[in-house]
T-cell receptor
Framework: ETGVTQTPRHLVMGMTNKKSLKCEQHLGHNAMYWYKQSAKKPLELMFVYNFKEQTENNSVPSRFSPECPNSSHLFLHLHTLQPEDSALYLC???????????????FGPGTRLTVT | SQQGEEDPQALSIQEGENATMNCSYKTSINNLQWYRQNSGRGLVHLILIRSNEREKHSGRLRVTLDTSKKSSSLLITASRAADTASYFCAYNSGNTPLVFGKGTRLSVIA
């Protein structure tokens, strides 16, 4: 195990539902990330939090809303999603975030999201 | 697009053989990392090579970096069935977060 946990592991939701994904890291890291991995597409960075402050929002639609209450927890709140949002959502953490990116990232197992 | 490209997209080899995967990128970089992903799971960091390094080893892994050609290769020696996974390169150019390639799917047949 990498020290990063994600719940739930699988989620099926309708387009009108509201749900949340949770990520927790037990590594004492200060940076946390949300990625989206769709079939046959590269891993897409969605959000980065460094010391609880959002430092990157990679043009993500507002139906995805992140929340980072402390350095150990990261949430992704979902509402009125589209079928094309179905994907594996991966959380990661690293010691810190900077643009030199010398810190390796530790990934959770992901949440497989299906939007019907 | 600044996205990296891995080559080949898929590779199938027999156990015991060596596997070589390549990554090309388009910008100058600070460092380049390789990750492994087992099917439907999270990524696991394998190795990081800095832009001023040319080669790095970790166990059965050997990574090379050629900044003049903007390319890197990952060699897995004496492959095992457990090495079956997707392998991704990721890099940053100093003003962007990590950019991941599309990955190479490696199948090692026992």
């Amino acid at each position: 195990e990498t020290g990063v946990t994600q719940t739930p592991r699988h989620l099926v939701m309708g387009m009108t539902n509201k749900k949340s994904l949770k990520c927790e890291q037990h590594l004492g890291h200060n940076a946390m990330y949300w990625y989206k991995q769709s079939a046959k597409k590269p891993l897409e960075l969605m959000f980065v939090y460094n010391f609880k402050e959002q430092t990157e929002n990679n043009s993500v639609p507002s139906r995805f809303s992140p929340e980072c209450p402390n350095s150990s927890h990261l949430f992704l709140h979902l509402h009125t999603l589209q079928p094309e949002d179905s994907a594996l959502y991966l959380c990661a953490s690293s010691q810190e975030f900077d643009y030199d990116q010398t810190y390796e990232q530790y990934f959770g197992p992901g949440t497989r999201l299906t939007v019907t | 697009s600044q996205q990296g490209e891995e080559d080949p997209q898929a590779l199938s080899i027999q156990e015991g053989e060596n596997a070589t995967m390549n990554c090309s990128y388009k910008t100058s970089i600070n460092n380049l990392q390789w990750y492994r992903q087992n099917s439907g799971r999270g990524l696991v960091h394998l190795i990081l090579i800095r832009s001023n390094e040319r080669e790095k080893h970790s166990g059965r892994l050997r990574v090379t970096l050629d900044t003049s050609k903007k390319s890197s290769s990952l060699l897995i020696t004496a492959s095992r069935a457990a090495d079956t996974a997707s392998y991704f390169c990721a890099y940053n150019s100093g003003n962007t977060p990590l950019v991941f390639g599309k990955g190479t799917r490696l199948s090692v047949i026992a």
